[in-house]
């Protein structure tokens, strides 16, 4: 049975599900996306005396494990995202306008589909500190006619669409 949590990763509302058998439970967030949170007690105080830039790197790990298909990570201690941290904390601007259009791609049936987007929700897609960080990705994507803006949301160029679909057909 699912309950409302706060997520430990963004402190947003969340939902939390205690598994069978084992150790702590499963978070489902709409920014982190989902992760198992297996020894909260360790993880937690740990994780509470790290800056906030470097717990915001975790969260776009979560996220990005999520929305790659990959399996949710198993949070124990944050001491052992270290090399993640560091890894997330040097994303380049082409890693993050990167995961944008596979995102939207991901989001995106077909050619022309439309994708809403929430920079305070969808901020660790693009590996950013906050909302301003995704902004700036958002624009450098339409600067760069990868996307456009819509009235109902945000669709890939021909030549979005193209990057899309070989980042997609990558995984």
Same mark, same amino acid.
Request: a negative charge; hydrophobic letters at 35%; glycine letters at 2%.
């Given at each position: 049975?699912? !309950?409302?949590?706060?997520?430990?990763?963004?402190?947003?509302?969340? %939902? +939390?599900?205690?598994?069978?058998d084992k150790v702590g439970y499963f978070i489902k967030c709409d920014a982190c996306g989902e992760?198992?949170?297996?020894?909260? !007690?360790?993880?937690?105080?740990?994780?509470?005396?790290?800056?906030? %830039? +470097?717990?915001?790197m975790i969260s776009c790990y979560t996220r990005d494990c999520f929305?790659?298909?990959?399996?949710?990570?198993?949070?124990?201690?944050?001491?052992?995202?270290?090399g993640i941290i560091t890894e997330y904390e040097h994303k380049?601007?082409?890693?993050k306008l990167k995961n944008l259009i596979?995102?939207?791609r991901k989001k995106s049936a077909q050619s022309g589909d439309r994708v809403f987007l929430e920079a305070r929700k969808d901020y660790?897609?693009?590996?950013?500190?906050?909302p301003e960080g995704f902004a700036e990705i958002l624009n450098n994507a339409i600067e760069q006619r990868l996307i456009k803006s819509t009235e109902t949301g945000f669709e890939l160029t021909e030549q979005g669409w193209k990057l899309g679909t070989e980042l997609f057909e990558k995984e």
């Open positions: 049975m699912n !309950e409302q949590a706060i997520c430990v990763l963004c402190e947003k509302f969340a %939902e +939390k599900a205690h598994i069978p992760y198992f949170l297996a020894s909260p !007690e360790i993880f937690e105080s740990s994780y509470a005396t790290l800056p906030r %830039e +470097k717990r915001t929305e790659h298909r990959r399996e949710p990570p198993q949070l124990e201690d944050a001491g052992y995202l270290t380049t601007i082409d890693d596979f995102y939207i660790p897609v693009t590996y950013s500190l906050g």
